[in-house]
Structure formats: structure tokens, C-alpha cells
């Protein structure tokens, strides 16, 4: 069995505000309703996860979705959506 290729389908940044993660549900929401985001809801095993870090040039939040693919659903994922 072939080991999952960790991709990292979407991400964005929140500006500097209280609480970021209500903020990020939007375009996390957004991007789940897009074709690109919903082709990897699908096709993602485990099923996708979104992760947070510092984004010290911007002074603000930035937040990946983090897919995981066979190499076959990845090689779509990269002529398709990239």
C-alpha cells in the first residue's frame, strides 16, 4: 500500500483581530463548496484538516487545509486545481 502524499489544497491569512478562528470560518466554508474543495472532501483520506501558524509578515493568522492523496488523486489534484 502507498503511503498518502500530504498536500496542502488552501490557504489564506486573517488579519490581526480578537479571535481569528471565527474569522477563518468563512473562506474555510467558502473553499469547502468549491469544486476544488469539494473534489478533495471526497477524494482526501484522511479527510482534510485546517492548521494555524503565526504569520509574522502580514501580523496576522495563516491557516492551511491540509489534504491527504493517493499518487494517482494527487497527479489530478495538480493538473486540475494547481
Known amino acids: ?3 498518502p502524499i500530504r ?7 486573517v488579519s490581526d483581530v480578537e479571535d481569528p478562528d471565527i474569522y477563518a470560518a468563512e473562506p474555510i466554508f467558502e473553499w469547502q463548496n468549491s469544486e476544488a474543495g469539494q473534489w478533495m472532501m471526497k ?3 484522511p479527510t482534510p484538516s485546517w492548521h494555524q501558524m503565526t ?3 502580514s ?3 495563516r491557516y492551511c487545509i491540509r489534504g491527504y ?3 494517482e488523486n494527487y497527479t489530478y ?3 486540475k486545481y494547481e
Not at 498536500?7 to 489564506?12: D, G, S, T
Open 55 to 57: 504569520d509574522l509578515a
Open 43 to 45: 477524494h482526501s483520506d
Open 59 to 61: 501580523w496576522g493568522v
Open 1 to 3: 500500500m502507498t503511503k
Open 77 to 79: 489534484w495538480k493538473l
Open 69 to 71: 492523496l493517493s499518487p
Open 7 to 13: 498536500v496542502i489544497a488552501h490557504q489564506f491569512t
